[in-house]
């Protein structure tokens, strides 16, 4: 156990859902990083948190949204899906200095559109 | 910007053979480079990291990769592979004041019995 929790850990949905994947990052933590992982693309990072705020986004659809909640948690919002949003979905936790000390990651989430 | 790039993104060994992941990096300032490990079914764990230290870096699972400036490398080994290596490696460069690390798009490696 990493101490990152995601759920759930499979989800299997319709074209035009939307859904909600939660993180809770590891005890004392305030950085989250949201990344997607699919074959052809490999890891992308999506978006990063600190404490509450947005501090960095990435290659983020504007179909996809985030936010951090005043416990730490953060939850990734993907919504009106497409087939190619299949994908394993990782959030990673760190301190403030995630660039230094590198990342703790969950499990994942595998999402599956059908 | 930032960028990793792995050679070779499969590498296949005998067991007790010596293993060695390829990785380079582009970056305008001093890098911080990190090696994780991907277990089937599982999440990415942090294997080594360089950050401007000793630049032979030393890991878990009798990992180490060395840090070349002058070559922007950063290259993984092992000098005996064991079955249980059999996973994928992902090679990763921070990026800035955010901490965001950007990956490589990994190697499997394969251990033969």
């Known amino acids: 156990d990493s101490g990152v929790t995601q759920t759930p850990k499979h989800l299997i949905t319709a074209t035009g859902q939307r859904v909600t994947l939660r993180c809770s990052p590891r005890?004392?933590?305030?950085?989250v990083y949201w990344y997607q992982q699919s074959l052809d693309q490999g890891l992308q990072f999506l978006i990063q948190?600190?404490?509450?705020?947005?501090?960095a986004k990435g290659n983020i659809l504007e179909r996809f949204s985030a936010q951090q909640f005043p416990d730490l948690h953060s939850e990734l919002n993907l919504s009106s899906l497409e087939l190619g949003d299949s994908a394993l979905y990782f959030c990673a936790s760190s301190s403030r200095g995630g660039g230094y000390y590198g990342y703790t990651f969950g499990s994942g989430t595998r999402l599956t559109v059908v | 910007a930032q960028s990793v790039t792995q050679l070779g993104s499969h590498v296949s060994v005998s067991e007790g053979a010596l293993v060695l992941l390829r990785c380079n990096y582009s970056s305008s300032v001093p890098p911080y480079l990190f090696w994780y490990v991907q277990y089937p079914n599982q999440g990415l764990q942090l294997l080594l990291k360089?950050?401007?230290?000793?630049?032979l870096v030393k890991g878990i699972n009798g990992f180490e990769a060395e840090f070349k400036k002058s070559e922007t490398s950063f290259h993984l080994t092992k000098p005996s592979a064991h079955m249980s290596d059999a996973a994928e490696y992902f090679c990763?460069?921070?990026?800035?004041?955010?901490?965001?690390?950007?990956f490589g798009q990994g190697t499997t490696l394969q251990v033969k019995p």
């Open positions: 005890s004392g933590d305030l950085s």
């Open positions: 990763a460069v921070s990026e800035g004041n955010t901490g965001k690390l950007i």
């Open positions: 360089y950050t401007s230290a000793a630049t």
């Open positions: 948190y600190y404490n509450g705020e947005e501090r």
